[in-house]
């Protein structure tokens, strides 16, 4: 059984918070209803600085590996890279309309992916960040992705809670299933499972290699914002709209942890909009303006 402390509280943000990412040299980041995104330093857990003025609100923080370069998802449709060592803007691309919900880097091709509100994939070379393709994967909006590196395929979810696979080789469409009630608001792989999490407060474990639903099971009260991994794909993590945050078995899907208020923990008081799993810390923010820092070891 993992045991979990809380580590430190980051306090800062005005509004919501919808998105992390980490960066190089124990660097977090994060963006949300706030006019930019924050830099943050994890070995003394204090504001660095704003790294970015934004105009609209961010819905996605990617880091690009190998580089020191970050990815931002805005609601306009941008998609601005910064390089946050030199805090620069490297370049700015638009998509056609609508908010930009999920960014995904495809480093064996040095590409980028991004999607949101128009439910169409525009894939950037992350050299010179032109517009290499365009293609429509749902006629609704997608808000998560999942990459599987390994089968060289990626996973979208979209609002009719249909998931969609695509090959990486040439972006042809594989095979896809409505699996949620409600939209998918969350894709984790681990192994040949694909996991998804749904407005629904549904979670699905599915084999990648038919899309047969292998178990179902409702962890949480309301939408399943977030599913993460740990290093060696042992244990998982949801968060949730219900304020709560919970560690699972991801084979059986049996619960090992709850992580909440209700619980005695220092935890969130509204929404936990999203979630990160790094080394043995946990990370998650949402509607009550802060990140928690969590420290997962085992019991």
């Known amino acids: 059984m993992p045991d979990v402390s809380l580590l430190h509280t980051l306090s800062g943000h005005q509004n919501p918070i919808f ?8 660097t977090l980041f994060s963006g949300g209803n706030d006019k930019g995104v924050v830099e943050w330093d994890l070995h003394t857990m204090q504001f660095r600085r704003i790294l970015c003025a934004v105009t609209h609100s ?8 190998n580089t020191d370069l970050l990815a931002i998802g805005l609601r306009s449709g ?25 960014l995904q880097a495809i480093p064996e091709k040095s590409e980028l992916i991004a999607i949101g509100e128009e439910g169409v994939a525009y894939v950037y070379d992350t050299i010179h960040f032109k517009l290499l393709y365009r293609f429509r ?16 395929t990626v996973y979208f979810g979209d609002k009719a809670g249909a998931i969609y696979q695509y090959s990486l080789a040439d972006y042809e469409p594989m095979q896809q299933a409505l699996v949620h009630t409600m939209p998918v608001t969350s894709l984790c792989l681990v192994g040949k499972q694909l996991l ?3 407005r629904d407060a549904k979670l699905y474990q599915i084999a990648t290699p038919d899309f047969a639903v292998q178990h179902e099971i409702t962890p949480h009260m309301f939408t399943v914002y977030g599913i993460v991994s740990n ?12 304020k709560t945050w919970k560690i699972w078995d991801p084979k059986t899907l049996t619960l090992l ?5 209700d619980r005695g923990y220092d935890s969130h008081k509204l929404s936990i ?3 990160l799993w790094h080394e043995q810390r946990v990370y998650t923010a949402g509607d009550d303006k802060t990140i928690k820092v969590w420290d997962v070891s085992a019991d």
């Open 19 to 26: 998105t992390l990412a980490i960066g190089a040299s124990n």
């Open 58 to 65: 961010v819905y996605a923080l990617h880091h690009i590996p």
């Open 78 to 102: 941008e998609v601005m890279i910064v390089d946050y060592v030199q805090q620069k803007l490297v370049a700015k691309m638009k998509t056609e309309s609508g908010a930009v919900f999920a």
């Open 137 to 152: 994967v749902s006629k609704d909006t997608v808000r998560t992705i999942a990459l599987d590196s390994v089968a060289s």
């Open 196 to 198: 998804s999490g749904g």
């Open 231 to 242: 290093a060696d794909q042992s244990q998982i993590a949801t968060a949730s709209r219900d």
């Open 257 to 261: 942890k709850n992580i909440s208020v």
């Open 273 to 275: 909009n999203t979630i």
